[in-house]
């Protein structure tokens, strides 16, 4: 699943607050203040488009308690790199992993050999 900065961003926040209580109850308001807390100062307007947009897209799965809504992740960090991964190996490597991991080891080697 290929996602944004700010997607990468919202999903972060909430990876981070349920490393804390995995049950905890996590509001648009939530992620706006954790995410302006780490310097991403974004409207709240644009915050909840982005969680929708996560939620029609089934990363974060959306739920009523009283009046207001929380989001959970459906998939947790570890998860969300292996699709990634996956998604990168297929799209720039057709798939085959040891190429990649060339490519990796190559990029490594200019980028501490100048």
Same mark, same amino acid.
């Given at each position: 699943?290929?996602?944004?900065?700010?997607?990468?961003?919202?999903?972060?926040?909430?990876?981070?607050?349920?490393?804390?209580?995995?049950? !905890?109850?996590? =509001?648009?308001?939530?992620?706006?203040?954790?995410? #302006?807390? @780490?310097?991403?100062?974004? +409207?709240?307007?644009? &915050?909840?488009?982005?969680?929708?947009?996560l939620?029609?897209?089934?990363?974060?799965? !959306?739920?009523? =308690?009283?009046?207001?809504?929380?989001?959970?992740? #459906?998939? @947790?960090?570890?998860?969300? +790199?292996?699709?990634? &991964?996956?998604?990168?190996?297929?799209?720039f490597?057709?798939?085959?992993?040891l190429?990649?991991?060339?490519?990796?080891?190559?990029?490594?080697?200019?980028?501490?050999?100048?």
């Amino acid at each position: 699943m290929a996602c944004g900065s700010l997607e990468i961003d919202i999903l972060n926040s909430i990876w981070r607050m349920t490393e804390e209580s995995e049950d !905890r109850d996590i =509001s648009i308001q939530d992620i706006v203040d954790d995410l #302006a807390a @780490n310097g991403v100062d974004r +409207a709240y307007t644009t &915050i909840k488009t982005v969680m929708d947009r996560l939620t029609v897209k089934s990363v974060l799965v !959306r739920y009523k =308690s009283g009046k207001k809504f929380y989001y959970k992740a #459906a998939m @947790n960090k570890d998860e969300m +790199a292996r699709d990634s &991964i996956k998604l990168i190996v297929n799209q720039f490597f057709g798939g085959d992993y040891l190429s990649m991991l060339h490519f990796i080891e190559n990029e490594c080697d200019s980028m501490f050999i100048k």
